[in-house]
């Protein structure tokens, strides 16, 4: 049963993140499939560091789906090859090799298909770490694979649904991402290794943005000691790197 992992956290979920994560999870199904070698362009907002909260940088990106090569601009001249450009608490940004979450994108397939296998598998990977530390652990890396790729919608629609599976999830009906946008969060607080929170859009159910939120009390206070997070702006399949999407109208849930 989803939320019966047992997980540190609580006695299983409440209804509301399972309808939350079902919802996702379906949406996700609808998604596209995108082939490893896709480019995806995504602008997105940083939180490095509580005292950037008031002022968030941001920043664009390119990216193959399986991030393996990516792409930005550097003085007016696009870079191009299998670097990445992290934003740190100072704003400044150095180009360094690109780093993979531990679950590779070629073994995303044969990730377990029940929501309580694959979390299990994800509160040991890469290492094996006291229990206390599993729903944490579990729930980072999510995040971690919503940031890094753009997945087949099989295996969105188990991330998602594996949320729902790790005991402390509650629903966050009024998530506030760091770029001040609303959406609906997954929160995972009170647990060893501070609080977390993955964000959906409310429309679309596509990952919005990730926040570590340190200790802070009400779990959901990104200026709290140790707090970053990341929103995602726009993110879009295009051609090739350097290439921009149309412009859009703002998003209704700002």
Same mark, same amino acid.
């Given at each position: 049963?989803?939320?019966?992992?047992?997980?540190?956290?609580?006695?299983?979920?409440?209804?509301?993140?399972?309808?939350?994560?079902?919802?996702?999870?379906?949406?996700?199904?609808?998604?596209?499939?995108?082939?490893?070698?896709?480019?995806?362009?995504?602008?997105?907002?940083?939180?490095?560091?509580?005292?950037?909260?008031?002022?968030?940088?941001?920043?664009?990106?390119?990216?193959?789906?399986?991030?393996?090569?990516?792409?930005?601009?550097?003085?007016? #001249?696009?870079?191009?090859?299998?670097?990445?450009?992290?934003?740190?608490?100072?704003?400044?940004?150095?180009?360094?090799?690109?780093? #993979?979450?531990?679950?590779?994108?070629?073994?995303?397939?044969?990730?377990?298909?029940?929501?309580?296998?694959?979390?299990?598998?994800?509160?040991?990977? *890469?290492?094996?770490?006291?229990?206390?530390?599993?729903?944490?652990?579990?729930?980072?890396?999510?995040?971690?694979?919503?940031?890094?790729?753009?997945?087949?919608?099989?295996?969105?629609?188990?991330?998602?649904?594996?949320?729902?599976?790790?005991?402390?999830?509650?629903?966050?009906?009024?998530?506030?991402?760091?770029?001040?946008?609303?959406?609906?969060?997954?929160?995972?607080?009170?647990?060893?290794?501070?609080?977390?929170?993955?964000?959906?859009?409310?429309?679309?159910?596509?990952?919005?943005?990730? #926040?570590?939120?340190?200790?802070?009390?009400?779990?959901?206070?990104?200026?709290?000691?140790?707090?970053?997070?990341?929103?995602?702006?726009?993110?879009?399949?295009?051609?090739? *790197?350097?290439?921009?999407?149309?412009? #859009?109208?703002? *998003?209704?849930?700002?």
């Amino acid at each position: 049963m989803p939320g019966s992992s047992g997980f540190p956290g609580g006695e299983g979920q409440s209804p509301a993140v399972e309808v939350l994560a079902s919802r996702a999870a379906a949406a996700a199904l609808s998604g596209p499939q995108v082939s490893p070698g896709q480019w995806v362009y995504r602008s997105y907002a940083v939180v490095a560091a509580p005292d950037n909260a008031s002022s968030p940088v941001i920043a664009e990106r390119w990216a193959t789906a399986d991030n393996s090569t990516a792409a930005a601009y550097q003085d007016g #001249q696009l870079e191009v090859g299998p670097w990445m450009w992290p934003v740190d608490p100072q704003g400044n940004v150095r180009r360094r090799p690109i780093m #993979q979450p531990a679950v590779s994108y070629s073994s995303l397939n044969s990730l377990p298909g029940t929501p309580d296998a694959l979390v299990a598998l994800l509160a040991e990977t *890469p290492v094996t770490r006291a229990k206390q530390w599993h729903a944490g652990h579990a729930f980072e890396l999510i995040a971690e694979l919503f940031e890094t790729y753009v997945m087949p919608p099989e295996i969105t629609a188990q991330l998602y649904r594996a949320l729902a599976a790790i005991s402390g999830v509650t629903a966050d009906l009024h998530a506030v991402d760091v770029a001040g946008h609303r959406g609906t969060g997954f929160l995972l607080a009170g647990t060893v290794g501070g609080n977390q929170e993955i964000i959906a859009d409310s429309g679309s159910w596509h990952f919005q943005g990730y #926040q570590f939120l340190g200790d802070g009390r009400d779990g959901r206070d990104v200026r709290a000691p140790g707090a970053w997070g990341m929103a995602v702006l726009r993110q879009a399949l295009v051609p090739a *790197p350097g290439t921009r999407p149309p412009e #859009q109208p703002a *998003p209704s849930n700002v």
